[in-house]
């Protein structure tokens, strides 16, 4: 069946009022796999991450999420099959990080014993200190809301992770040994990970699959190796050079 | 001994538990905004009450149209009134000729008429006695024979057919230098001699207290303002027996003394009802003068009444508007349009526009300030959602709750802060603007500040604002506590 994948974007093109943010990208996510999507600003990386939740709407193709179309009457229901971890955590600050984690939980009547037994799974899965569960998200350093972040977007278990920069805003220390935490998880879980991120290393760090987007249009897949060794284009092999940083060049010399 | 005192206490109860059956409906009776209708209508209460009916005084309400309407409307069964007055200003179309005539009219109306009082308050020219006594003037004939007088009228009168322009062609008098000035001020000049002659109401206590000569209208310009009561004919019989006990009992110098120990002696009104009633009509009633603490406490809950119910109902209507508006932007654009709009409205106006539905008392102040309430929480509410950042909003829609979770457990706790600087917005606001309600006999701290301003006394006007602005304070204080203990960002 053509569609047997965790995500899959047909045709989609979004545009906003002014721009054209994703323009008729298709592109895949099978199960299990981890994508990183990387690219210049503005080239429709987050957008299409929206589209997959359903935040925004394609003004053409279609999305899929675990087989089935995105559409108005099922987007509850499948948005409770993806979590969502944005650059800045999204955390609600008048909740607790653990009212955070449960709170769609809760409201789905999901039984007590299951929250509290899966809160406990989380806090150990994603590394938080037990105490900083009763804390506000402001009372939280930059790394463990990030980890409240991920433990809220994997509560109901989902097939689907969509990741917008979620190492983003972080201090390089606390960024390098949350990205090996993250590994090991997504090897662990098993789910689908679409991983929006601007840094080559990273995405190189997480997947051999990196989807390099500009302007809203894909313009290679492959592995790191591949878009070094096989550009498809020019705009390739710049990106790869500027991403390799001054550290690089400064070994070079 | 004992058995009497129970006897009598059996009585009493008896006698007061019947009455209470008998007479359940208390008869309003309502002055206007100056002091002789305060004072009459204070000798009007005490005498339905010492008839044996539940008798209120809902004091200066505003001038004759608020009075008329309320009478028409139910919401006061009697007040004092002048038969001139009803001619001009209520049946002004109808040319009324005689009082048989003005009482026929009145009784199509269901209204019943009082017999006459005993005065008639018409306009007069007044001048300062040693004045008038050196020119020889003591009819209103002998001012064509002096046209240098300075004449000061107040501004009304300078206008209307009965004042000075009727005045002017009536005595066909020269005089040059005329001019308009409020009524206060006139006496000063009076006072001080820089105006030799202005208009008075021929009852005004001031012609007492500054000396002043009164002139004889001896070609009769000046229509006849008897004084009279008036009510609604459903009153009682009795109660209109015992109103008629004061034809012809009040002339224009005891009217006058009333006015004087009120307004310049600055004595109770209901003293010196009382008072006027023991000494001429041999009615021996309770002067109910309250204490300074009862009346503050009194107004203090007519106005934490007001303010709280306003806001509570502002509350229940203008948060749910404010989230309709800020998802629904064309119902916003609406809503927005018609808030904007009345809260445009004077209050004053407002609140007279209110009184032919509403009639008067708590229900149009209620309604004036609910109105004036809606827009800051409306306008908080809608600021309060539109201001949650997008990450937020994005976040909670991606948890896959749908749009009523969204808003109960993430945007209104969000919002939350702003709604309630709304709400305290709205409050203070109204505590302030509730002082208007006494305009229209809802009570509350703006009754004192009206008599203070009708009797020129500092302490009474204090005695409302002080209050007033402590309360505002309040409001804001047990707000900051609110926000501090419940929706402080954590």
């Known amino acids: ?253 | 001994m004992t058995e009497s005192r129970l006897l009598s206490a059996i009585l009493m109860v008896a006698v007061l538990s019947f009455s209470s059956i008998a007479h359940t409906a208390t008869t309003v009776i309502g002055s206007k905004a100056f002091t002789e209708s305060v004072i009459l209508g204070e000798i009007a209460t005490q005498l339905t009450e010492e008839a044996g009916f539940n008798a209120q005084h809902r004091r200066q309400l505003g001038g004759t149209r608020v009075l008329w309407s309320a009478l028409i409307r139910g919401d006061i069964q009697c007040y004092p009134e002048y038969t001139g007055t009803l001619r001009t200003e209520i049946f002004s179309n109808q040319n009324i000729q005689s009082d048989a005539d003005l009482r026929a009219t009145l009784q199509r109306q269901s209204i019943w008429t009082s017999q006459p009082l005993g005065f008639n308050n018409t306009y007069v020219l007044g001048m300062r006695r040693d004045r008038a006594a050196e020119l020889g003037i003591t009819r209103m004939s002998q001012l064509a024979e002096h046209p240098a007088l300075r004449f000061g009228f107040s501004n009304e009168f300078m206008e209307r057919a009965d004042g000075w322009p009727g005045i002017r062609a009536y005595y066909r008098l020269p005089q040059q230098d005329v001019r308009g000035l409020a009524h206060d001020l006139a006496y000063r000049g009076i006072e001080s001699r820089s105006l030799d002659l202005t208009d008075l109401y021929s009852t005004d206590a001031e012609i007492v207290h500054y000396d002043l000569t009164t002139l004889v209208d001896d070609a009769s310009f000046f229509p006849v303002y008897d004084a009279i009561i008036v009510c609604r004919d459903d009153v009682p019989d009795a109660v209109r027996q015992s109103l008629n006990r004061l034809a012809g009992h009040i002339d224009e110098m005891t009217m006058t003394k009333l006015n004087a120990r009120a307004a310049l002696e600055r004595e109770p009104e209901a003293r010196i009802a009382a008072s006027f009633l023991r000494d001429r009509l041999d009615v021996s009633v309770e002067a109910k003068v309250k204490s300074r603490f009862a009346r503050i406490w009194q107004r203090t809950q007519e106005h934490l009444a007001m303010v709280g119910i306003s806001l509570g109902l502002a509350v229940l209507v203008a948060i749910p508007l404010g989230i309709v508006a800020f998802y629904r932007r064309g119902i916003g654009r609406v809503v927005f349009a018609i808030a904007d709009t009345l809260q445009t409205l004077p209050a004053l106006a407002l609140l007279v526009f209110l009184i032919p539905w509403l009639g008067i008392g708590y229900a149009p102040a209620i309604v004036a300030l609910f109105l004036y309430s809606v827009l800051p929480i409306l306008r908080n509410t809608h600021t309060g959602l539109a201001d949650i950042p997008r990450d937020l909003r994005e976040s909670a829609e991606a948890l896959g709750l749908p749009r009523i979770a969204r808003l109960r457990y993430v945007e209104l706790p969000l919002a939350a802060r702003s709604m309630l600087a709304g709400v305290r917005t709205a409050a203070v606001i109204n505590v302030g603007t509730a002082t208007l309600g006494a305009l229209i006999g809802a009570g509350g701290y703006g009754q004192p500040i009206l008599t203070g301003i009708r009797l020129d006394d500092t302490r009474l006007i204090l005695e409302g604002a002080v209050p007033a602005a402590l309360l505002a304070l309040l409001v804001q204080w047990v707000f900051g506590w609110i926000e501090r203990r419940w929706v402080t960002a954590k």
């Open chain 1, 1 to 253: 069946m053509l569609m047997s994948c965790a995500i899959a974007f047909e045709h989609v093109t979004h545009r906003y009022t002014h721009a054209v943010a994703v323009d008729d990208v298709t592109l895949r996510v099978e199960a299990g796999e981890t994508v990183a999507l990387i690219g210049p600003s503005g080239c429709g990386k987050s957008t299409l991450l929206k589209l997959a939740a359903g935040l925004v709407w394609p003004q053409q193709g279609s999305v899929f999420v675990a087989d089935r179309a995105l559409a108005p009457d099922n987007l509850l229901e499948i948005r409770h099959r993806i979590g969502y971890v944005i650059q800045s955590g999204g955390l609600f600050p008048h909740l607790s990080a653990v009212d955070n984690v449960t709170l769609a939980a809760r409201f789905l009547k999901r039984d007590r014993q299951w929250i509290a037994g899966r809160v406990a799974e989380l806090t150990e899965l994603v590394q938080l200190p037990r105490d900083a569960l009763d804390r506000f998200p402001n009372h939280l350093s930059g790394g463990q809301r990030q980890r409240v972040s991920l433990m809220r977007a994997l509560m109901l278990d989902p097939a689907v992770l969509l990741l917008d920069e979620p190492l983003g805003a972080l201090d390089p220390m606390v960024r390098h040994g949350l990205q090996e935490d993250l590994r090991r998880l997504f090897q662990r879980l098993k789910k689908s990970v679409l991983l929006v991120t601007h840094d080559m290393a990273e995405a190189a760090f997480f997947s051999q699959n990196i989807v390099l987007m500009r302007e809203g249009r894909i313009v290679q897949r492959g592995s790191y190796r591949d878009l070094i060794d096989a550009p498809a284009e020019q705009f390739v092999s710049d990106f790869v050079k500027a991403q390799r940083g001054l550290h690089a060049e400064a070994l070079d010399d």
